[in-house]
């Protein structure tokens, strides 16, 4: 008997609630967005003791939750929080007054205060807003974003793979992805990282030797590797001969530079590359490019600038 008493209770507790429109109009829009007391007050056109008034007793009831932002606070309805009975009273009011909840004025103030609490926001965080978006959504969103307009049924083949690392990236969204590198301590790891990743194989070879058949690849990459090859011309002559006739070679490395003791650091075979210099050389080995350009070097870096440069097969 008691618990039915109690069930009764809540069900008067939630009727009284919804007695008063005005607390019905503040429930619609908080269903709807987040909201402070001074944004609820120029949807409603009311001032603010009275919206203070009804947010009280909504809060205390519990159909509403409030969050706090320095010394702001903000209101919000979440349906799903709401127990039982509240939940099916609420259904019941937004089903028969679906049209009416939100009148049009309330619509469209509403819909006002959301668009320029979005241009305040921004107005006042231009200087901090890549810091805030990394925070929110990482910073590998956007190359996935790009992978995903690769042709889903492509060969990708990534010379150099080393430890798997762009691979990650790109594999989910072609159809076939190999990596080749030579060391086997690198595609040990590259196996490992990728590991649950379908349609992904490994090959242990050298890049002026490349262990694949001729025309296997639609995308051949050559990422950061270049400079490492002594023998730059036959590494690009192979990367051609694996090419699929309307393949592309797609080449990311340091522009020319002088670090001369990254020769013994880190055993590179090149101080990057002058654009003329490897234009020779890929058309000593029958590519033609495409597109050259320089990358914006990131601010945090520490190395030599980048480039990006893609090849076709020259007379295909």
């Given at each position: 008997?008691?618990?039915?008493?109690?069930?009764?209770?809540?069900?008067?507790?939630?009727?009284?609630?919804?007695?008063?429109?005005?607390?019905?109009?503040?429930?619609?829009?908080?269903?709807?967005?987040?909201?402070?007391?001074?944004?609820?007050?120029?949807?409603?056109?009311?001032?603010?003791?009275?919206?203070?008034?009804?947010?009280?007793?909504?809060?205390?009831?519990?159909?509403?939750?409030?969050?706090?932002?320095?010394?702001?606070?903000?209101?919000?309805?979440?349906?799903?929080?709401?127990?039982g009975t509240s939940r099916e009273l609420w259904t019941l009011v937004a089903g028969a007054f679906a049209r009416t909840l939100l009148a049009s004025e309330d619509r469209?103030?509403?819909?006002?205060?959301?668009?320029?609490?979005?241009?305040?926001?921004?107005?006042?965080?231009?200087?901090?807003?890549?810091?805030?978006?990394?925070?929110?959504?990482?910073?590998?969103?956007?190359?996935?974003?790009?992978?995903?307009?690769?042709?889903?049924?492509?060969?990708?083949?990534?010379?150099?793979?080393?430890?798997?690392?762009?691979?990650?990236?790109?594999?989910?969204?072609?159809?076939?992805?190999i990596g080749v590198d030579r060391e086997p301590r690198m595609l040990a790891v590259a196996r490992q990282r990728l590991a649950g990743v379908a349609d992904v194989e490994w090959h242990q070879g050298p890049l002026t030797d490349v262990p694949l058949p001729d025309d296997v690849a639609?995308?051949?990459?050559?990422?950061?590797?270049?400079?490492?090859?002594?023998?730059?011309?036959?590494?690009?002559?192979?990367?051609?001969?694996?090419?699929?006739?309307?393949?592309?070679?797609?080449?990311?490395?340091?522009?020319?530079?002088?670090?001369?003791?990254?020769?013994?650091?880190?055993?590179?075979?090149?101080?990057?590359?002058?654009?003329?210099?490897?234009?020779?050389?890929?058309?000593?080995?029958?590519?033609?490019?495409?597109?050259?350009?320089?990358?914006?070097?990131?601010?945090?870096?520490?190395?030599?600038?980048?480039?990006?440069?893609?090849?076709?097969?020259?007379?295909?």
């Amino acid at each position: 008997m008691m618990e039915r008493v109690q069930g009764l209770g809540d069900v008067t507790r939630d009727l009284s609630i919804l007695a008063e429109p005005l607390r019905v109009r503040l429930l619609a829009a908080l269903t709807e967005a987040e909201l402070g007391v001074s944004e609820l007050c120029r949807v409603v056109q009311l001032p603010q003791s009275t919206v203070s008034r009804h947010l009280k007793a909504l809060l205390t009831s519990g159909w509403i939750q409030r969050r706090t932002e320095g010394r702001h606070a903000h209101y919000v309805v979440d349906p799903a929080g709401l127990d039982g009975t509240s939940r099916e009273l609420w259904t019941l009011v937004a089903g028969a007054f679906a049209r009416t909840l939100l009148a049009s004025e309330d619509r469209s103030r509403l819909d006002a205060v959301i668009a320029e609490r979005g241009g305040d926001f921004f107005g006042r965080v231009p200087h901090e807003w890549d810091a805030i978006r990394e925070r929110l959504f990482g910073d590998r969103f956007l190359l996935s974003a790009v992978a995903s307009q690769l042709p889903g049924d492509a060969v990708l083949v990534d010379l150099g793979c080393g430890t798997g690392h762009t691979l990650l990236h790109l594999a989910p969204f072609v159809g076939r992805a190999i990596g080749v590198d030579r060391e086997p301590r690198m595609l040990a790891v590259a196996r490992q990282r990728l590991a649950g990743v379908a349609d992904v194989e490994w090959h242990q070879g050298p890049l002026t030797d490349v262990p694949l058949p001729d025309d296997v690849a639609d995308l051949v990459l050559l990422i950061l590797v270049l400079h490492h090859v002594r023998d730059v011309a036959t590494a690009l002559a192979e990367a051609r001969r694996i090419l699929a006739p309307d393949g592309r070679l797609t080449i990311v490395d340091m522009v020319a530079h002088d670090r001369r003791d990254w020769r013994q650091a880190m055993g590179h075979q090149h101080l990057g590359f002058a654009e003329t210099d490897l234009a020779g050389h890929a058309a000593a080995a029958g590519l033609r490019c495409t597109r050259h350009h320089p990358l914006p070097p990131a601010t945090e870096a520490q190395g030599p600038p980048l480039f990006v440069a893609t090849y076709g097969k020259e007379g295909v």
